[in-house]
């Protein structure tokens, strides 16, 4: 599976759009892009996968980069129950979930 | 009904103890998960079956041992319980094919307290 980096931490304000990055540089050609988010102490919630195109779900929207390199996860609208740590997983098989960005939506 | 799930949800015991976590799912998948997490919060796999094999054995203790006596059921035992074992530890599953593959859900977690 591809390393990912995610910046430790966010704000967003409720309402608004959260964009949440994710570099995976090392990943290959068939390995796909998960987002899944973990509110407060509960099990992983999977959110939204691509591998090229750009995927949208009554969720969120995911954009991924021509060179596959970077994704964005898009909360079109936060609200205060989306504050959660947000995990980018690239890859299949052995599933490494890095430290993730907690994002706080603030009223 | 709940897909995937996981008993018991708290677990609090004395260090030497053995104890065993259950997990099952609901959802048909071929493909299940035990990851730790620990108070810094970072998720990390320790096992995962395919179809009742194994093909993830992270670098975990062999005091450890997952068990998986049919698709829908991988329960984790550990022996001789130490401190730095208290975690949260989740149970996944997933499908190892077609358009929703690898994509995994994830039960509520049991939380493990060595004394």
């Known amino acids: 599976d591809a390393k990912t980096t995610q910046p430790t931490s966010m704000d967003c304000a409720e309402g608004r759009a959260a964009n949440l990055p994710c570099n995976h540089s090392?990943?290959?050609?068939?390995?796909?892009v998960y987002w899944y988010r973990q509110i407060h102490s509960q099990g992983p919630q999977y959110i939204i996968h691509?591998?090229?195109n750009n995927e949208t779900n009554e969720m969120a929207s995911l954009i991924i980069t021509e060179d596959r390199k970077s994704s964005t996860l898009i909360l079109p609208h936060a609200t205060l129950r989306d504050t959660a740590v947000y995990y980018c997983?690239?890859?299949?098989?052995?599933?490494?979930f890095g430290d993730g960005t907690t994002l706080t939506v603030k009223p | 009904d709940t897909a995937v799930s996981q008993t018991p949800k708290y677990l609090v015991t004395q260090m030497g103890n053995d104890k065993s976590i259950k997990c099952e799912q609901n959802?048909?998948?071929?493909?299940m998960y035990w990851y730790k997490q620990d108070s810094k919060k970072f998720l990390k796999i320790m096992f995962s079956y395919n179809n009742k094999e194994l093909i993830i054995n992270e670098t975990v203790p062999n005091r450890f041992s997952p068990k998986s006596p049919d698709k829908a059921h991988l329960n984790l035992h550990i022996n001789s319980l130490e401190l730095g074992d208290s975690a949260v530890y989740f149970c996944?599953?997933?499908?190892?094919?077609?358009?929703?593959?690898?994509?995994?859900?994830f039960g509520a977690g049991t939380r493990l307290s060595v004394l």
């Open positions: 691509g591998l090229k």
């Open positions: 959802l048909g998948h071929d493909t």
């Open positions: 997983v690239a890859g299949r098989g052995k599933s490494t």
């Open positions: 996944a599953s997933s499908l190892n094919g077609g358009p929703r593959r690898d994509i995994q859900y």
């Open positions: 090392t990943i290959s050609g068939n390995e796909y």
